[in-house]
């Protein structure tokens, strides 16, 4: 799973697995979520958000799950992909368009 | 699908130098960002920009640091000292209002 700080974790899984990636959270006040997708040498790239007022949302082949009892913000990810490797952020927003960003989970998946 | 261009994606310049970093967001898009990411690290923010002002900075943007947006379409930033520390990927980004941001691919800025 992702913390803060200077650490990169890193999950391996096989092709076609399903993946789950965690991110704490730090302020409780926060109310907005986004996870990003980063390759190498690329910006970051959304892929879902979702709203303190929900604790679920999915899109395509992904799911994002809140719970802000323990301010804890998951990412699960259908049938990984060899094109999902990359560094996936989740980013919380307490403060009208600013964003603070986790230190980032390394996806490897394993073809 | 528009997207957000940062130019140059390579900048090397001497310590003390200055340097400008160039966006183009999207053009209807009304906010705009610079984060930082040293090698390594986290995503950081460093400012947000809205009706040609500053809305929101960090401890990072002290006052070496400047944001322009000279025209219709460019947002630039300026380090007007640079140091060794300076040295990172610097992302603009852009949106609407009340939706995720979107982000360029960065300048990496290389200090010497």
């Known amino acids: 799973g992702e913390s803060v700080g200077l650490h990169l974790p890193t999950l391996s899984v096989q092709e076609g697995d399903n993946s789950i990636i965690n991110c704490a959270y730090s302020n409780s006040a926060s109310d907005y979520f986004i996870w990003y997708k980063q390759e190498s040498g690329k910006g970051p790239q959304f892929i879902i958000d979702?709203?303190?007022?929900?604790d679920k949302r999915q899109g395509q082949r992904v799911t994002v799950l809140l719970n802000k009892t323990v301010k804890h913000l998951s990412l699960q990810i259908a049938a990984t992909q060899p094109g999902d490797s990359a560094v996936y952020f989740c980013?919380?927003?307490?403060?009208?368009?600013?964003?603070?960003f986790g230190s980032g989970t390394k996806l490897n998946v394993k073809p | 699908e528009p997207e957000v261009t940062q130019t140059p994606s390579h900048q090397v310049t001497q310590m003390g130098q200055e340097v400008i970093l160039r966006c183009v967001p999207i053009s209807n898009h009304l906010y705009f960002y610079w984060y930082r990411q040293i090698l390594g690290q986290k995503v950081e923010f460093l400012v947000s920009f809205y009706n040609n002002e500053i809305s929101e900075k960090s401890e990072i943007f002290d006052d070496q640091f400047s944001v322009e947006r000279p025209d219709g379409s460019n947002f630039t930033l300026k380090i007007r000292s640079t140091k060794l520390e300076d040295s990172a990927m610097y992302f603009c980004a852009s949106d609407r209002g009340e939706e995720p941001q979107h982000f360029g691919d960065g300048t990496r800025l290389s200090i010497l």
């Open positions: 980013a919380e927003n307490y403060n009208f368009n600013k964003f603070y």
């Open positions: 979702i709203r303190s007022n929900m």
